[in-house]
């Protein structure tokens, strides 16, 4: 009995060490004297501490959104026998250039008879653009007339075409003569441009996601015979490349449509 007790006392400060030890950091590891003397020793125990696992807090995460991705630049000659990036900046810039020449040719306060070239018409002979069939002249700041006589049959399609052009036009016919007014620059002009600017920059972001998307595609068609890393790394080069595409479409948005609404 006697001696029970006396193991009891022994072990009660070890117990009590253990219980903190719950609490404390991994690093640490107890090292705590039990009670009592035997031949003037004093005797240690050590207890490994229980891990405890670190969680982020909301306010950790949150700090960690919004930081930049580091960039990454493939030298394009090393993967060129998995994908050629270079071909693919060319298919993304030319979406850029086609916004570009949509801007300058459809989008303008002021008509130009230029400005109807690209006009696509429909003919019997397949698709041709309306200054090759029809002759345009500028008859007054607020006229435009496009000559027919060369194609007459051509004239209803080439009417067609200019009114489902985008760029608010009612053109009037008169034989093989078409007549196009000009709108008056309103606001509400300027407004339906600005309007047809986003439409169009939003159609060329969709022409953007499949040239990725192709890319992508072309992509894992390699993945059998080209490392893990390596696809992750030109995965990430073609987003970034399409990233920056992006937000160079909406840099000329937002130049064209300071420009429209002056």
Do not use: W
């Not at 009417?159 to 008169?174: F, H, Y």
């Not at 509400?188 to 939003?202: C, S, W």
């Amino acid at each position: 009995m006697a001696l029970g007790v006396r193991c009891l006392r022994l072990l009660h400060p070890a117990l009590c060490t253990y219980r903190a030890t719950l609490t404390r950091p991994v690093s640490e590891i107890s090292m705590k004297p039990v009670g009592g003397r035997r031949h003037d020793h004093r005797q240690y125990l050590a207890y490994p501490v229980v891990p405890v696992r670190q969680f982020a807090t909301k306010k950790a995460k949150a700090k960690g959104k919004g930081q930049p991705q580091a960039r990454v630049n493939i030298n394009t000659a090393l993967v060129e026998d998995i994908i050629s990036l270079e071909e693919v900046g060319e298919e993304m810039r030319s979406v850029m250039d086609a916004l570009k020449d949509n801007f300058n040719k459809t989008l303008n306060i002021r008509t130009a008879p230029g400005s109807l070239d690209h006009i696509t018409v429909v003919t019997a002979d397949g698709k041709l653009a309306l200054n090759h069939i029809g002759q345009i002249s500028m008859k007054s700041p607020q006229l435009i007339l496009v000559n027919m006589a060369s194609f007459p049959e051509c004239t209803a399609a080439a009417i067609k075409a200019i009114r489902e052009s985008g760029m608010n036009l009612n053109p009037e016919v008169e034989g093989t003569l078409i007549r196009v007014p000009i709108p008056k620059v309103t606001r509400e002009h300027r407004e339906m441009l600005v309007k047809l600017a986003k439409q169009n920059t939003n159609k060329a972001k969709e022409n953007l996601r499949k040239v990725r998307t192709n890319a992508m595609n072309k992509l894992k068609k390699s993945k059998d015979k080209t490392s893990e890393d390596t696809i992750r790394l030109i995965e990430k080069q073609i987003s970034q490349m399409a990233d920056d595409t992006v937000a160079e479409l909406d840099r000329h948005l937002a130049a064209k449509t300071k420009e429209l609404l002056g």
